[in-house]
């Protein structure tokens, strides 16, 4: 039921602002354009975990760079975290209406036809997202909070005692079930991409007989490069790096 006396209590701004997170295609707005947020955030960590590959110097020494940002880099991770939580609780709340939807008799059932990608990757985007949550909150607590300086994690970078956090990283892909846990978690992370960034482009009113196929292409492309830029890391690391 819509509130009929928040008119008078509300600027027509602020409630057209608000009507944004009360509106289902609204809320789909919000969800794509923080998936499309995070997604600019997993390129951005690909990119800088890459320099795993040049070795423990280069990786410490991109730690640190990005730790030496002091107060602005809590401010970022404060950032992400918002991000994160929209994406989650719209995604959340927006699955739940369609579902209620449904369960009212409303949707087509099966495939819906061009330019719907009602597929498996779209019906289980819900369970992808959810096993991705679990994921992250694991992952920070393993690397971001995991032993540092005081367990005895002391790398030399450019002349000053920093984390190491390259032995970190390299001592847990020693484990073969963390490789092929994390390995299996980049394969459904792919899939997410791959169908969030179709689904934010079409929330967004993207759609287009020209750019549409283009969109598709570079959501696939998008997935591939994720998934095996963060597979090749914990299997290289397994296959040729010895801590
Ligand atoms: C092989 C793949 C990955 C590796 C080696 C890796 C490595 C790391 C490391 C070392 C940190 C700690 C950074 C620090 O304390 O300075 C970190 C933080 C983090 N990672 Fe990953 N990561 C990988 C994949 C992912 C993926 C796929 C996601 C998202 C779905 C992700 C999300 C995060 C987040 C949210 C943080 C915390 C960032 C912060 O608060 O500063 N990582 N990762």
Redesign the pocket.
Same mark, same amino acid.
């Given at each position: 039921m819509q509130d009929t006396n928040k008119q008078s209590v509300v600027p027509g701004a602020i409630e057209s602002i608000l009507s944004i997170f009360d509106s289902t295609p609204g809320r789909k707005i919000i969800t794509g354009l923080s998936g499309l947020g995070l997604v600019g955030f997993?390129i951005g %960590?690909l990119a800088g975990?890459l320099s *795993?590959f040049f070795g423990k110097d280069a990786f410490n020494a991109y730690?640190e760079k *990005? %730790?030496s940002l002091g107060p602005l880099l809590y401010v970022i991770?404060l950032g *992400?975290l918002a991000v994160f939580v929209f994406h989650i609780v719209f995604a959340i709340t927006v699955t739940a209406q369609n579902k209620a939807a449904r369960s009212r008799g409303y949707a087509v059932k099966g495939n819906a036809g061009k330019p719907s990608r009602k597929s498996l990757a779209s019906q289980s985007m819900i369970y992808t997202g959810l096993l =991705?949550l679990v994921?992250?909150v694991v %992952? +920070?607590w393993m690397?971001?909070y995991g032993p540092g300086i005081n367990q005895g994690y002391v790398a030399d970078v450019h002349g000053a005692p920093a984390r190491d =956090?390259y032995r970190l +990283?390299a001592e847990s892909f020693q484990n073969i079930w963390i490789v092929l846990g994390?390995s299996s978690i980049?394969v459904l *992370?792919g899939f997410h991409i791959r169908h969030g960034f179709w689904s934010a482009f079409q929330s967004l009113g993207a759609y287009h007989p020209k750019y549409t196929p283009l969109i598709y292409a570079a959501g696939i492309l998008l997935a591939v490069v994720l998934a095996v830029g963060?597979i090749a890391?914990?299997v290289y690391i397994y296959a040729f790096v010895k801590v």
């Open positions: 997993i %960590h975990n *795993l730690a *990005l %730790h991770e *992400l =991705l994921f992250t %992952h +920070v690397f971001k =956090l +990283v994390y980049m *992370l963060f890391m914990p």
